[in-house]
């Protein structure tokens, strides 16, 4: 079931990790938005009409974020975890097969589903996705320091005005919800906790990368000083991807929308051919 032509409603999956929110909007071939940590699928909102226009999409908040209630306990949230949940909630909405646009921590999710399910991935949007940075000492040791609850409260609302190099309302929006998680326990030990879980070795991907068959475009901020440089990393490691560097910090989407779907409605329209989108499909 890839087509669907209601309008946004709101779907409760039970998961493994409790109850996950996904929002559904549009009519056409699947599309799976998976968001960063923090965030939630309201970051993609600046992008969200034309994705509809072509497609059935699908915004997914992780356990933790959004409107999906934390798992029990918060801390043991993992982006591993996350990753598994992917196929839990594709076949409790009667996905056979979608896109994915994911950002960080949901490129990540996206890269593992696709080497694990590649006849139910489509095609690849991965947006300064993790698993593609070198575990040196410096970067093991912040990824330690961030994954304690006492630095993330302390950088809630202060670390993404880092990342996020540009201002607009949607980017103000994220700013003010980050914010807001500062005095709220369990999605402080929920950040902190997927963070602990980026120095898990699970969650580096470059020795699997070579084995994603997928069609895949890097739509990378270049800007981000958090996985900007990793663009070039995962450029190496994934030959057959379409590059596309954007001026922007960790979520060119939101950051700059237009020059976003300039370059990935066409990637999906290409890939959705025999779906239901063809070339002249508006």
């Known amino acids: 079931m890839n087509r669907g032509d209601r309008p946004a409603d709101r779907t409760t999956v039970r998961t493994s990790?409790?109850?996950?929110?996904?929002?559904?909007?549009?009519?056409?071939?699947?599309?799976?938005?998976?968001?960063a940590n923090p965030g939630d699928s309201r970051d993609f909102a600046a992008v969200l009409p034309a994705l509809s226009a072509l497609f059935t999409v699908y915004g997914v908040d992780w356990p933790g974020y959004g409107e999906s209630p934390p798992p029990r306990p918060p801390s043991s949230a993992t982006a591993m975890g996350y990753a598994g949940l992917v196929p839990e909630l594709l076949d409790a909405l009667g996905i056979d097969d979608a896109a994915f646009i994911?950002?960080?921590?949901?490129?990540?999710?996206?890269?593992?589903?696709?080497?694990?399910?590649p006849g139910r991935a489509r095609a690849l949007v991965l947006v300064n996705s993790g698993g593609f940075t070198r575990p040196t000492p410096p970067n093991r040791a912040f990824v330690r320091l961030k994954g304690t609850e006492t630095v993330t409260r302390l950088l809630a609302g202060r670390l993404s005005r880092l990342y996020l190099r540009r201002r607009n309302r949607t980017v103000a929006e994220m700013l003010a919800r980050d914010a807001a998680r500062?005095?709220?326990?369990?999605?402080?030990?929920?950040?902190?906790?997927?963070?602990?879980?980026?120095?898990?070795?699970?969650h580096?991907?470059?020795a699997a990368a070579g084995g994603l068959t997928v069609a895949t475009l890097l739509a990378w901020g270049t800007?981000?000083?958090?996985v900007g440089l990793d663009g070039r990393r995962a450029r190496r490691l994934l030959p057959h991807a379409a590059w596309c560097p954007l001026r922007t910090g960790?979520?060119?989407?939101?950051?700059a929308p237009e020059s976003f779907l300039a370059v990935?409605?066409?990637?999906?329209r290409e890939h959705s051919r025999g779906h239901g989108v063809t070339e002249n499909t508006p």
């Open 17 to 35: 990790a409790g109850p996950v929110v996904v929002h559904r909007s549009g009519a056409g071939p699947a599309v799976v938005l998976l968001h």
């Open 250 to 255: 960790h979520a060119p989407y939101a950051e």
């Open 204 to 206: 580096d991907l470059r």
């Open 264 to 268: 990935t409605l066409p990637f999906l």
């Open 102 to 117: 994911g950002n960080s921590v949901g490129g990540y999710c996206a890269v593992r589903f696709a080497l694990e399910h």
């Open 223 to 226: 800007g981000d000083p958090l």
């Open 182 to 202: 500062r005095d709220d326990p369990a999605a402080i030990a929920v950040e902190a906790a997927i963070w602990r879980s980026f120095n898990n070795p699970a």
